[in-house]
């Protein structure tokens, strides 16, 4: 098992940064890809970022390229997501989530919230 803890969310005026951390434990030797999704009110949540575990290939939604940067620290177990040029249409609940080999994205955290006001 692994269990995801997500913080650094918060309100913040358009064009501001925000660093959203997701702390991982349990299995994290087993943990292939860790992501970062969101959910805004009344929409499906959607892909924002993803990276390896080892730190190569990373992955972002066209919404956000140039904006977020995906990372993740192996010796601390912590993936990041360093959003800049926040938009209030970056408002939404950002999860971070865990994929080990040949599965999906079976273990989450619990989100946080990310506000953007204009």
């Known amino acids: 098992q692994v269990q995801l803890v997500e913080s650094g969310g918060g309100s913040v005026q358009a064009g501001g940064s925000l660093r959203l951390s997701c702390a991982a434990s349990?299995?994290?030797?087993?943990?292939?890809?860790m992501g970062w999704f969101r959910q805004a009110p009344g929409k499906e949540r959607e892909f924002v970022a993803a990276v390896t575990w080892s730190g190569g290939s990373p992955s972002y939604a066209d919404s956000v390229k140039g904006r977020f940067t995906i990372s993740r620290d192996n010796a601390k177990n912590t993936g990041y997501l360093q959003m800049n040029s926040l938009k209030p249409e970056d408002t939404a609940v950002y999860y971070c989530?865990?994929?080990?080999?040949?599965?999906?994205?079976?273990?989450w955290g619990q989100g946080t919230q990310v506000t953007v006001s204009s």
């Open positions: 349990g299995r994290t030797a087993s943990i292939y890809i």
């Open positions: 989530a865990a994929k080990i080999p040949f599965k999906g994205y079976d273990y």
